[in-house]
């Protein structure tokens, strides 16, 4: 079993920064291909982007190019999501998840743990 636990969510005005932290326990972060999603009231739980075992290598949906960062810290077992120059539209509760099966899906049914959430409040 892995148990996940998001920190970090709050509230901020757009153009700002959060730094969110997912920390693992029972199993290794960097055996995993780990996946940050976010749920906005109302609409399905969407992909935000991942960071793939072993190789590290990210991938991001276009909205969040360039500016939110995943990465990894081996050591810690915990995986971050930095996101800047913030939008209203990226209000929503934000989710890390690990998927143990290859390959770095971006559809949330392929994870098989995930942590609680934190949410994340952008205003205007």
């Known amino acids: 079993q892995m148990q996940l636990v998001e920190s970090g969510g709050g509230s901020v005005q757009a153009g700002g920064s959060l730094r969110l932290s997912c920390a693992a326990s029972?199993?290794?972060?960097?055996?995993?291909?780990m996946g940050w999603l976010r749920q906005a009231p109302g609409k399905e739980r969407d992909f935000v982007g991942t960071i793939s075992a072993s190789s590290g290598n990210t991938y991001y949906r276009n909205s969040v190019k360039g500016r939110f960062t995943i990465s990894r810290d081996n050591a810690k077992n915990t995986v971050y999501l930095e996101m800047n120059s913030l939008k209203p539209e990226d209000t929503a509760v934000y989710y890390c998840?690990?998927?143990?099966?290859?390959?770095?899906?971006?559809?949330?049914?392929?994870?098989?743990?995930w942590g609680q959430g934190t949410q994340v409040t952008v205003s205007a």
């Open positions: 029972g199993r290794t972060v960097r055996s995993y291909c």
């Open positions: 998840a690990a998927r143990s099966g290859l390959g770095c899906p971006s559809a949330s049914g392929f994870y098989d743990y």
